[in-house]
């Protein structure tokens, strides 16, 4: 965003001002009078708004930065968490400076380039900033942020399908929920909903690990095979691609549910709805479910469902709609 009858100087004031309201806004000091300042300031022009959203951007990377470690009491904990705070808005400032953002680079602390990408009603086609190609699924959302020593992704929501240029020297790593994925350069797709990851190789090879805390690159796989993990999992569960394996189907803008419970199902459903769709009990998450779905019109899918299943439709009190199996009646006598 730019507005010709601003100079120079005052669009750098309005970036100096964008890194001091972003460090104060994320201090555990900022009083109630700063964040009414702060409110004033970001909306006396539009640039204000858009200088300080892309400050965001820089501070969500900058708290990735590595920090020494150390045994920290307990007594010492507030001013730790203080001064990480200003540690990582020294970070945000360092962005800010192409000085301190070159040895920032150097040492591989900080990217040289960082790019954020959503897809909200339709597939989207992007391409990374090292030249790698990305599909991202309906309500899907990624960052890119370039290192010295890798490329990082964060798969912040939905499902991407990766096309990645080859390069061994400086590796490509996916972090989806808690765990990574580390490719050199092949075609992969990773689907998240909440928690759960499932990772598909089409060709190459890639590094899963289902904790990004845990030593070591990970499991490998090699093409058609598949890798899934979850909240607490120590290892990723490695399995074989069936050759009828429907997964890349929203490429061309379906779903297809193979005859899959409906407890099963759900997750792959859910990723496209306004609402999750929740099944009362066991037995109506057995019911078994199938057919081939537009992806765009996957919330019509819920209403239409007692029509094909034996089930009814009624809603919690958080406004989920809930699936409930119809009691099957006794055979007379």
């Known amino acids: 965003m730019t507005d010709n009858s601003l100079s120079q100087a005052q669009y750098d004031a309005i970036t100096d001002a964008a890194a001091h309201w972003c460090m104060r806004m994320h201090a555990i000091d900022c009083t109630a009078q700063e964040r009414l300042e702060f409110e004033q300031w970001h909306d006396a022009h539009p640039l204000h708004a858009f200088e300080y959203e892309a400050m965001l951007d820089i501070w969500e990377v900058a708290g990735d930065l590595p920090r020494p470690e150390a045994v920290v009491p307990v007594t010492h904990l507030k001013t730790q968490t203080h001064w990480r705070t200003f540690g990582i808005a020294a970070a945000v400032c360092a962005l800010a400076l192409p000085l301190a953002a070159y040895s920032g ?12 990408y959503e897809a909200t009603d339709n597939v989207r086609h992007v391409t990374l900033g090292d030249g790698s190609q990305v599909e991202l699924n309906l309500g899907s959302e990624l960052t890119f942020s370039n290192y010295k020593d890798q490329r990082r992704v964060t798969l912040e929501k939905g499902e991407a399908f990766f096309s990645v240029s080859h390069d061994t020297r400086h590796p490509f790593v996916v972090k989806a929920a808690e765990g990574r994925i580390r490719v050199t350069g092949t075609k992969f797709n990773v689907w998240m909903y909440e928690d759960q990851v499932r990772v598909n190789l089409i060709e190459g090879s890639v590094l899963v690990s289902s904790n ?4 070591g690159d990970g499991l490998r796989l090699g093409p058609a095979m598949q890798a899934s993990y979850g909240h607490g999992d120590y290892i990723p569960r ?14 061309n803008g379906k779903l297809v549910l193979d005859d899959l419970a409906l407890a099963d199902a759900l997750p792959l459903i859910n990723r496209y709805l306004n609402k999750p769709l929740m099944v009362a009990d066991n037995n109506t ?3 078994r479910i199938g057919g081939i779905y537009n992806i765009k019109e996957l919330n019509s899918l819920v209403a239409s469902l007692p029509k094909v299943l034996p089930v009814y439709l009624t809603r919690n009190k958080d406004g989920n709609p809930v699936l409930n199996s119809i009691p099957q009646q006794a055979p007379k006598s």
């Open 238 to 251: 490695i399995s074989q691609a069936y050759d009828n394996d429907n997964s890349l189907a929203w490429l």
């Open 285 to 287: 998450g057995a019911i």
């Open 212 to 215: 990004d805390d845990l030593a």
């Open 105 to 116: 680079w150097n040492l591989g602390w900080l990217p040289n380039s960082y790019q954020h």
